[in-house]
């Protein structure tokens, strides 16, 4: 690593990231009467929720944050980011970029598109181990964590070294592929 100069900056937000199907009251009362261990408790907690509540979370605030130490990017991203969000920022802004997981919070796995298809552990059942979380995450969140870590990338000054984008994937569920920029179609615009 270069020396660096005294400075740090950082640009921080919150992102509104959807779970997928939540499962009705009836069906979380099936499951707490149905279900042993962890299945059971995690209905059982959210039917608690539900009581004091009257609803459950349909989304999750997550954060996402660039520090600049010196000239140093630092990409952070809250929970226990899977490989693949590394790569492909370090795709976009340069393999000298830092990128951290269990940043600014510890929710779950957050898992790729791929992983998210896959299913398992990481990509569908990690969320019943936490509180208040009612179900699976929603198949776009890839897209919407690399295209808003884009903004503040932007915003911190930052230049996309590849000039990939960020482009819906070919049919309208599926918005996790990246791209270059001799693709046009459905692009997110980049400033330039």
Partial sequence: ?????????????EIDLPFSDIPSISELK???????????LWAGRLLEEFEKKGSLMKSYPYPIQIWLIGKQPVFSLGGEVVIEYAQ???????????????NNDVMAYIPSSDILQKGGYEGARSLMYFNSVASGWDAGIEFSILSEMQVLAEKRGLRNVQRSIIRKG??????????TMAEVSNILPLSR
């Fill in 30 to 40: 099936h499951i707490a009467s149905s279900s042993t261990g962890y299945e059971g």
């Fill in 170 to 179: 070919p049919t309208p569920d599926k918005y996790n592929t990246l791209g």
């Fill in 88 to 102: 492909e920022l370090k795709r976009m802004y340069g393999y000298n970029i830092f990128v951290m997981g269990y």
């Fill in 1 to 13: 690593m270069d020396r660096q100069p005294s400075e740090l900056k950082s640009v921080y937000t």
